[in-house]
């Protein structure tokens, strides 16, 4: 069926649009799961005292991007509490300082400054989580690009919102590569130190579907 845009003067519509969905073509097309940007949930984690959570099957050949949403995290270091994205390269967890990173930060404080590396051994999440506060909990996703893809790099671009070690609110927005052209086929997330807990869900973005 065609699907097209109901502008405010419905009656009066006599154009054929297929460039803006109505609500009804959207709710249609999400059921069927038809819609760009909707979301397939892969795999939800709860943990906590664990050293990492670790995604070992992503369907990687079905998305070619995929969502990373980290919610309640908190780790046990009190000192950095940090925490880290690695890949999976055809089932082997790659920790070689192959990774690029470029990041933002600032907080309330007033304090900001950069993150950056040409030879990472991760990608990056969080920076300097304020473990020692008990009703701290960070949050914060990314998004991953080509993963899938053996003729390209595997990108990533994240959000962060967290109590610093200082108990200051703080930022950290940025992205990274893994600068090797792979499959990868499996996500580690982890802190720098310590264990942790929180939520972690992994979804696949589905691209719309033209006929």
């Known amino acids: 069926m065609p699907y097209g845009y109901l502008g405010q003067n419905q009656p009066n519509q006599t154009v054929s649009n297929s460039g803006v969905f109505s609500i009804t073509d959207v709710a249609e097309l999400q059921s069927q799961g038809k819609l760009g940007g909707s979301l397939e949930l892969i795999a939800e984690e709860t943990v906590s005292g664990v050293s990492s959570v670790d995604f070992l099957t992503i369907y990687e050949d079905v998305f070619d991007v995929h969502y990373l949403q980290i919610s309640n995290y908190q780790t046990s270091d009190t000192g950095s509490g940090a925490a880290w994205i690695r890949f999976y390269e055809s089932g082997v967890l790659e920790t070689a300082a192959v990774y690029q990173l470029a990041a933002q930060r600032g907080d309330s404080n007033a304090a900001f400054g950069v993150e950056q590396s040409t030879a990472a051994t991760n990608l990056f999440q969080f920076r300097n989580f304020g473990a020692a506060d008990s009703n701290a909990s960070a949050g914060g996703y990314s998004y991953f690009y080509n993963l899938g893809n053996s003729s390209k790099y595997s990108f990533q671009t994240f959000h962060s919102s967290y109590l610093d070690n200082s108990s200051n609110s703080e930022f950290s927005f940025g992205g990274g590569v893994l600068t090797q052209a792979s499959v990868v086929d ?16 992994l979804y696949g973005v589905k691209q719309i579907w033209v006929t």
């Not at 499996?186 to 869900?201: C, N, R, Y």
């Open 186 to 201: 499996g996500i580690s997330f982890f802190p720098t130190a310590g264990t942790m807990s929180g939520t972690l869900k």
